[in-house]
């Protein structure tokens, strides 16, 4: 198979897409609507969270059989992302007939719909939920919809006009993709690396400027090291949740983008006994599935990260490079003892995640090093695991702070326990003040004094725009006591509860 030079190659509806000249920040939202004339998909925010613009993206099944897809932000997602990948938008729907699709139908029958503008997304994100459940509760219908608003209508028409459409079974609600499947093998990216005549890698860009800036997207970790290491500044791309964002809001312009999506490595996840070893494009929707038996809190922490296509595309790599002072994931991570892989070159090494920050936004990676993977540990029996996050608004929302505590009961008394936080500091961090408060006590001996002073001691008081200093303090000190209020006792029956102070 031969390549075609500086053009991003996708299937839309049967057909292939090659788009030639596009700038490697394009998005796919302003790509569908300026140059395919696809103006169903709507730009509202810019920035993931309305859902106005949701379409969904396609890849070969691992049996290259059938297409599997996730829904995604078409106005954050950069359109050499979607090379060698097949692409859905509310015009896809329409059959060849001339009819509607199942939830376009039962939209209009529940009167789901009114000014029109949000329902495009709506209707792609409920279509793909049907793919994969062909019958949804109430619960997953919100759920799928937590990313797509509506001011007009209100969910209750459109959660029924759902329910409705399910009744019409999976075959009339699965999409029109028979055609796709021969495509995307057609198109689809080199699994092996390309070599030069001195026997080194070259990664081939996808798009190249007469600059030299440029986007790849390498299909092997070699590649990806390789490529780091002759361009130590260069941005690595998951799932385009924050890149996008400044390219839209901040107008960035990265010289070189390095795409990860299509490195299979970065995309396993390795269990054993102890713990789970989690590739760097891992999305948090698949987390979110491999610690829900385990983790319920951590589960529940991820679902509330961000909608269905948010969490569909972003990563735990991600948002653990990412840095941010309200990462949701951190806090979890360090309270469960995570450890990062990094690696530059050949070169690995192990870092503590509770090590791996030195600032707001700064950490210990070297130049061309980049995270590899997450060890995540398996909670060993007797270990409890708590975490709860705060917000203004339950779903979709930025974290006031996000409190996670880990911790054995060994003869009644608190041990190896584990407290972090986000939303305190600069950085998600442990709180080591505060798990010398817990270690060693009864978890009805723990008081609120004790725990403030820690608090005093261990932060510094700074408002936010998220909640005040006070407030946060407050919250800090009481999901502490909430976890070991709800403590299990050597009998399995709940200490009593404290009053609150």
């Not at 090291?225 to 361009?231: K, R």
Request: aromatic letters at 6%; hydrophobic letters at 40%.
């Amino acid at each position: 198979m031969t390549q075609v030079t500086n053009t991003v190659r996708f299937v839309l509806d049967g057909k292939i897409v090659e788009a030639q000249g596009e700038r490697r920040t394009t998005t796919v939202l302003d790509y569908l609507r300026e140059q395919l004339q696809r103006t169903g998909s709507k730009e509202g925010c810019a920035e993931g969270d309305c859902g106005a613009c949701v379409v969904l993206v396609g890849e070969l099944n691992a049996a290259g059989t059938g297409v599997d897809y996730v829904p995604s932000n078409a106005c954050i997602q950069l359109l050499p992302t979607l090379d060698g990948k097949s692409l859905k938008t509310i015009e896809s729907l329409k059959r060849a007939d001339g009819t509607l699709h199942p939830v376009q139908e039962a939209l209009v029958s529940c009167h789901g719909s009114q000014c029109g503008f949000c329902t495009p997304g709506i209707v792609m994100s409920l279509t793909g939920l049907l793919q994969t459940v062909p019958t949804p509760t109430r619960d997953q219908i919100t759920n799928s919809l937590s990313g797509n608003l509506c001011r007009c209508t209100g969910y209750k028409p459109i959660v029924d006009a759902t329910l409705v459409a399910s009744q019409a079974g999976a075959e009339q609600l699965k999409l029109d993709d028979g055609a796709d499947v021969a495509l995307l093998q057609q198109i689809r990216r080199a699994r092996s690396p390309s070599y030069n005549l001195e026997g080194e890698i070259v990664v081939q860009p996808v798009v190249r400027t007469r600059k030299g800036n440029e986007f790849v997207s390498p299909a092997t970790l070699a590649e990806v090291a390789q490529y780091m290491l002759q361009h130590p500044q260069a941005t690595l791309l998951a799932g385009s949740t924050e890149i996008g964002l400044q390219v839209n809001k901040q107008f960035s312009r990265p010289e070189h983008i390095v795409y990860l999506g299509n490195v299979a490595e970065l995309r396993r996840v390795q269990e054993s006994a102890s713990g789970w070893r989690i590739g760097a494009q891992v999305s948090l929707s698949q987390v979110e599935r491999l610690v829900t038996r385990d983790y319920p809190d951590f589960a529940e922490v991820l679902r509330r990260f961000g909608s269905p296509p948010i969490r569909s595309t972003a990563t735990l790599a991600g948002n653990i490079a990412n840095g941010s002072p309200i990462g949701d994931s951190m806090p979890c991570l360090m309270a469960l003892g995570a450890t990062l892989v990094l690696r530059r070159g050949e070169q690995l090494r192990s870092v503590a995640l509770d090590d791996f920050y030195t600032g707001q936004k700064a950490n210990v990676l070297q130049g061309g090093e980049f995270i590899e993977a997450i060890d995540l540990p398996k909670l060993t029996p007797g270990g409890v695991f708590r975490a709860h996050k705060l917000s203004k608004r339950f779903d979709q929302d930025i974290s006031a702070t996000c409190c996670a505590l880990s911790y054995r009961l060994q003869g009644g008394k608190l041990a190896q326990v584990k407290l972090a936080y986000n939303g305190l500091t600069p950085f998600p961090s442990r709180a080591p003040l505060l798990e010398a408060v817990l270690q060693g006590r009864e978890p009805a001996e723990v008081s609120a004094q004790q725990l403030d002073a820690a608090i005093a001691a261990s932060f510094t008081a700074r408002d936010g725009l998220r909640a005040s200093w006070r407030y946060r303090a407050l919250v800090a000190r009481n999901l502490v006591l909430q976890f070991l209020e709800e403590a299990p006792t050597a009998s399995g029956v709940d200490i009593a509860k404290e009053v609150l102070a």
